[in-house]
């Protein structure tokens, strides 16, 4: 139509069944693309500076973690920023952000990815842990070694083989580590999975410190192997992750700050791995 006039040139390829663009078509989208973002990012913040935060945030948190930790939170947020909407969507998977346009993923790493801008939202560890009526059955085990003996209860990963990693607990034991082949009669993708079949006797799990206090009343677990440190299965800390940009929206950040309030005191545990009362 007229923007064709005005370049002079055909920019749209037009058929009976389809229609799609020239060379040229698409050489003018591919420049002018960064220039219209620019002025849609201009707009977004002009109405964050009028007035409320406003818009949606759109957000990806792993399934027991949204579920125990995340969820709780959110009534309180939305009353404090009536103008923002939230998305949860709640997904052990890793997804591409930017693909399926996610503002936020919510995730425990040893360290973010380096294309993208991420908060530390607290610290995070793992701890090792059976029921009482288990460690009857089957005996406490004193070294990680002895691991290779007993029904672990194991995080569903690709890899058809699984290892537990330790580390010796106290300074001068650092650099003492030990890798165990494991092996049980279970494997879930949740956590929360995990710790009921924990709590049932079935076996020793490994889980995250944010469902091992969840839910948990006196006895139903015992740590297991407290002079070991598990190293390197979850991550050591919990980050809200977003895809590089040079501008953060005022909703996301606003969802960002709350979640750092939310968690700023982590998840403790008793010395040794045991729930806090």
């Keep these: 139509g007229e923007l064709e006039r005005a370049a002079g040139v055909a920019l749209v390829r037009r058929t009976t069944r389809s229609v799609g663009l020239t060379a040229a078509g698409q050489q003018l989208v591919d420049d002018t693309q ?5 002025i849609a990012q201009s707009f977004a913040n002009a109405r964050d500076l009028a007035g409320q935060p406003r818009g949606l945030v759109r957000v990806t948190a792993p399934v027991a973690l949204g579920r125990q930790h995340i969820a ?5 947020f939305v ?8 998305e949860l969507d709640l997904s052990d998977r890793l997804v591409n952000l930017a693909l399926e346009g996610f503002d936020l993923a919510i995730r425990h ?4 990815p380096e294309t993208h801008v991420a908060w530390v939202l607290c610290e995070s560890r793992s701890v090792l842990v059976a029921s009482p009526d288990y460690l009857r059955r089957k005996g406490v085990p004193t070294h990680p070694n002895e691991l290779a003996q007993h029904d672990c209860l194991l ?6 083989g699984q290892s537990w990693s330790f580390v010796k607990r106290g300074a001068r034991a650092a650099d003492e580590r030990v890798i165990v082949a494991v092996h049980g009669p279970l494997r879930a993708n949740n956590s929360e999975v995990l710790r009921e079949v924990v709590r049932g006797g079935l076996g020793i799990g490994l889980l995250p410190d944010f469902t091992a206090i969840t839910d948990f009343k006196k006895g139903d677990w015992l740590p297991v192997l407290p002079d070991w440190q ?3 299965f ?14 953060v929206p005022c909703a996301v950040q606003c969802f960002v700050d709350y979640l750092r309030e939310a968690f700023a005191g982590g998840f403790p545990l008793a010395p040794h791995g045991s729930p806090k009362r």
């Design 109 to 112: 790493a040893h360290a973010p």
């Design 79 to 86: 009353q404090r920023y009536p103008e923002i909407k939230l």
């Design 155 to 160: 995080y569903l990963r690709d890899t058809p």
């Design 230 to 232: 598990p190293d390197g």
């Design 72 to 76: 709780p939170t959110l009534a309180a």
């Design 34 to 38: 960064a220039s219209f973002t620019h």
């Design 234 to 247: 979850f991550g050591e800390r919990l980050y809200a992750i977003r895809p590089w940009a040079a501008q």
